[in-house]
Each structure stands twice: as C-alpha cells, then as structure tokens.
C-alpha cells in the first residue's frame, strides 16, 4: 500500500523561508506532485518531480530523494498569500490515480 | 497552462433532489479524470475514476448507485449526487488528466454541496 507523511501545520514569518517535508512508502514510485490549496478552493499544480534532486521554479522549490522516500518543498520569500495548504502526492506504477497526504496547513504571519 | 471547468461552483437544494455536477477540461484531452470529495480542514478523498467510454472505478465505501459518473467524452465527465441528504453536503472536487499517469492532475474549481 502507499503511506504518505507530512506535517499537519506550520507557521513562517513573511520574508523568510519554509521548508515543507514529506515522506512517502510505496511500491513502483512514478513520480511525486506538490499542490497548494487555498482555503474553499481547489488545488492548484505546484511541482512535479521524478528523478531526484531539486526542481526550482522562481520563489518555489521543490527536492525528491527516491532512495530515502523523501521530498521537500521549499517556499523562498514568503508572502502572505501563500498561506494555504501544501499537498504531497505520489504516484504509482499501474495505479491510475495520485495518492495524497493529509496536506501542511502553512500560515505566514506579518 | 491546462484548464479544468466544474460547474456548478455552489449548489443549495432541498432533501431528496438530484444534483449533477460537469467537470470539462478546455484545452487537453481527459483520457482519465477523477472525482474527489473533501470535508472542512480535511485531506481529499477520491471517491472515484473515469476512463473515457469506460465504467467509472469507485473507491471502497462509494455508493455507486449514489454517485453516477459519466465520463463520455474526453473532455466532459459528469457526477450525479442522486436523491442527496444533509450528509451528502462537501466540497466536491473533478480533476483531469491525459492519458499518462505520470502527467499531473488538473484540478477545477470545485462545487459546494449544501443539502438542506
């Protein structure tokens, strides 16, 4: 089966720099997605990552290590708006659908 | 970018109604799109997946007969809450893929269930 771990909530200063981690299990790894959710909405595509190493996109970043079941996502130059909730997902060979984590309700504070 | 269309964005209705939700995706072939339910402050749950001119696949603990799904094109799948009561009342969520699985998902916008 897939397991999917993150941290249920954080808290950063605007400015500053957070780092959101995940840990997954699962058989047949196909790739690891990272979606923002604002609050009464849906998600939106953040990141995908297959291969490890880190994947830079302007203020967000996101890190996969397949060998220890890890990833991060890093967020640079907070600003308020980002607060929201940062979901994990992953793939999986022969499963057509993503698995996803409970999400890490980020809070950015002036 | 990829664009996912749900519609209706927020349905109020009385007990026992009916209610039909569109999920279209507006640039890109949906080979495969999914149907999630999501409570307040909670995870999303997938309740189900379509295949274009397939019969959905429902999660363990959905009620298929409660929850028809048509995907009859590639670019519009349907849900159908029938007969809904209060417990039927979430946030429900479409999302849209093309024919890989290793392609992200698109999310619409979602619809807010109120059964009264």
């Known amino acids: 089966g897939q397991n999917i771990d993150q941290p249920t909530e954080m808290t950063a200063t605007e400015g500053a720099i957070v780092q959101i981690n995940c840990t997954y299990q699962t058989s047949g790894f196909n790739g690891l997605f990272w979606y923002q959710q604002h609050a009464g909405e849906a998600p939106t595509f953040l990141s995908y990552?297959?291969?490890?190493g880190l994947e830079e996109k302007g203020r967000f970043s996101s890190f996969l290590s397949r060998s220890k079941g890890y990833s991060y996502l890093l967020l640079k130059e907070l600003q308020m708006k980002d607060s929201a909730s940062y979901l994990c997902a992953v793939g999986s060979v022969g499963a057509n659908n993503l698995f996803f984590g409970t999400g890490t309700r980020l809070t950015v504070i002036p | 970018g990829a664009v996912v269309s749900q519609h209706p964005s927020r349905v109020i209705c009385k007990s026992g109604t009916s209610v039909k939700i569109e999920c279209r995706s507006l640039d890109f072939q949906a080979t495969t799109m999914f149907w999630y339910r999501q409570f307040p402050k909670q995870s999303l749950m997938l309740m189900a997946t379509?295949?274009?001119?397939?019969?959905?696949?429902?999660e363990q603990g959905v009620e298929k007969d409660k929850f028809l799904i048509n995907h009859a094109s590639l670019t519009l799948s349907t849900l159908t809450v029938t007969s809904a009561h209060p417990e039927d009342s979430s946030f429900y969520i479409c999302?849209?893929?093309?024919?890989?699985?290793?392609?992200?998902?698109?999310f619409g916008d979602g619809t807010r269930l109120s059964i009264l």
């Open positions: 990552n297959v291969l490890d």
């Open positions: 999302s849209a893929r093309g024919h890989q699985s290793n392609q992200p998902q698109h």
């Open positions: 379509s295949n274009e001119g397939s019969k959905a696949t429902y």
